[in-house]
């Protein structure tokens, strides 16, 4: 990796393309702050967990398990703990107990801003590590692309917005691969050793990063027939042994607390178990979860570029394919799947379509190339305009307490990230709020609970959330039918949506808006 020999166009057009990147993943990184939401969580759930994790370490007694964030690895929780704390010596952030922070909400707002600065930076970082890997397997314009791809690609700028370990474990799982590409191209054993490492630290900050194992495997395939049996055991038993290694050096209390860390383990790979009809799954991964995660656009040149890929026999990109197919096989399925899960094939789509437009020669290739990078840029910035304070859940908020007397009975089904701030907030003015699910109980549950109970409520707030629990169960739209001759709609909001970047029916785009659910509020018809 040589920045030297970079030629002076390509330097420009790196720096134009992170600096879209940065455009990009920057808007909305001060949405949703503990002093917006009024609580010391945000609109998602998972930015809260990491400083949960850390608010329950005890360093002064050598205490440094990381709870929750077991739930994919310790490696950010240390990395953010560590950031903190370089913030508290230089006096821009003053920790404190919970109660502490309850009431000084804006020291909180540090922690998520500063936790979203570090993920945005190793997303960042990846941008080029793509450039440095098309540069490897070809040339300049292929890392180019690959990294305008790379850059573009919402599941990337979502997730490298928020305070989650899937761009850190994406970043590390790309180095990999980088010093894989050299291996394969040199023998040097060096090089095939640091990819372990550095897989091991993907794998050590999210397991999924464990899948990163599929590129050494494939190209020590290749190498069979001319290393052997005898050396290529050895190689994956050197590999297979640092990458381990380093797992447990950051994660060492697999090792000191083993049932209680495996616990988290084994719980979050639960989620990969098939759920229901694995037709359907497919069918909602080709069909939703990718075209919101990357755009029909780019997916049609992909799939073009890895026909043309496939069709000339290009063995280096072969890896690139393999990745994408098994990923695709193996967590395409689970119903119920966030739209993010589809972030590790982001690398390999990219590396693919920039081969397909660099070495096809053809100028409609190029074109097409040009106006998917245009399609999706223009996606993810109208995506992230919607990361704003003037969300669905802040205007709920603000008609209920214009709107909805403070002695009223309202009623949610569970206190939740979505539930409307002046309902949710510390000091909420309203002493009669009714919730009918718990922590331990299903969202379906509480749902239930609140329609068949709705006699006590003088008003009812349904989110989007709980309305597809309630249309996608027969038994709940009947409540809900009843509902509806008790009481009165009196409140309707909706998402905004764009013909343009909006697929019909598909309620993943809740998720790629996540602080932007509808809203219906009912009042009960005894009070007219």
């Not at 009843?482 to 809740?510: A, G, W």
């Amino acid at each position: 990796m040589y920045w030297g020999d970079m030629s002076k166009k390509a330097v420009i057009l790196l720096s134009a393309i992170i600096f879209l990147g940065i455009i990009l993943r920057i808007q909305g990184l001060f949405c949703g702050l503990p002093s917006q939401t009024k609580r010391l969580s945000t609109f998602h759930f998972d930015e809260y967990i990491t400083f949960e994790a850390i608010g329950r370490m005890n360093p002064s007694s050598f205490n440094f398990y990381p709870n929750e964030a077991l739930y994919w690895g310790s490696f950010q929780a240390y990395l953010q703990a560590t950031i903190l704390k370089a913030m508290q010596v230089l006096g821009i952030f003053k920790p404190g107990s919970k109660e502490e922070m309850r009431k000084n909400l804006f020291e909180a707002d540090k922690m998520y801003i500063s936790g979203r600065i570090i993920t945005g930076i190793f997303s960042l970082a990846s941008l080029v590590l793509m450039f440095f890997c098309g540069r490897l397997l070809y040339d300049e314009k292929t890392g180019l692309w690959s990294a305008a791809f790379m850059a573009f690609s919402y599941v990337e700028v979502y997730i490298s917005s928020i305070v989650k370990p899937d761009s850190i474990m994406l970043f590390w799982g790309i180095f990999s691969f980088y010093f894989l590409l050299k291996w394969d191209k040199s023998e040097n054993n060096k090089h095939l050793f640091t990819a372990a490492v550095l897989n091991g630290m993907s794998f050590a900050s999210k397991y999924t990063g464990i899948i990163f194992f599929l590129n050494f495997l494939f190209f020590s395939y290749q190498k069979f027939r001319f290393n052997g049996m005898r050396k290529t055991l050895l190689n994956i038993s050197f590999y297979a042994f640092l990458l381990t290694a380093v797992f447990f050096m950051i994660n060492p209390y697999f090792i000191i607390k083993p049932d209680e860390s495996f616990h988290y383990f084994w719980e979050i790979f639960s989620k990969t178990a098939i759920n229901g009809s694995v037709i359907s799954g497919y069918r909602e991964y080709f069909l939703e979860i990718l075209p919101v995660s990357y755009g029909l656009p780019y997916l049609l040149l992909f799939a073009f570029s890895s026909f043309l890929a496939l069709k000339e026999k290009r063995a280096e990109l072969y890896a690139s394919l393999f990745f994408i197919a098994f990923y695709v096989i193996k967590f395409g399925y689970p119903l119920n799947q966030s739209f993010a899960y589809s972030l590790p094939i982001a690398p390999f789509m990219a590396l693919t379509c920039a081969w397909a437009i660099t070495h096809k020669n053809k100028n409609l290739i190029k074109v097409f190339g040009i106006l998917v990078l245009i399609y999706s840029f223009s996606y993810s910035l109208w995506q992230k305009s919607l990361w704003s304070k003037d969300n669905t859940i802040s205007r709920a908020s603000q008609y209920i307490e214009k709107n909805i007397p403070f002695e009223s009975s309202v009623c949610v089904s569970r206190i939740e990230i979505w539930t409307p701030i002046v309902l949710r907030k510390y000091d909420t003015p309203y002493e009669k709020i009714r919730t009918f699910g718990e922590t331990k109980t299903t969202f379906k549950d509480g749902v239930e609970l609140m329609l068949s109970q709705s006699d006590v409520c003088d008003y009812i707030v349904i989110s989007e959330y709980e309305s597809k629990i309630i249309h996608s169960n027969p038994q709940l739209y009947r409540l809900k039918k009843e509902l509806e001759d008790k009481f009165e709609k009196i409140y309707n909001s909706r998402r905004p949506e764009n013909f343009l970047f909006t697929l019909n029916n598909s309620h993943h785009y809740l998720f790629a808006s996540f602080m932007n659910p509808d809203f219906d509020i009912y009042m009960s018809k005894r009070i007219l």
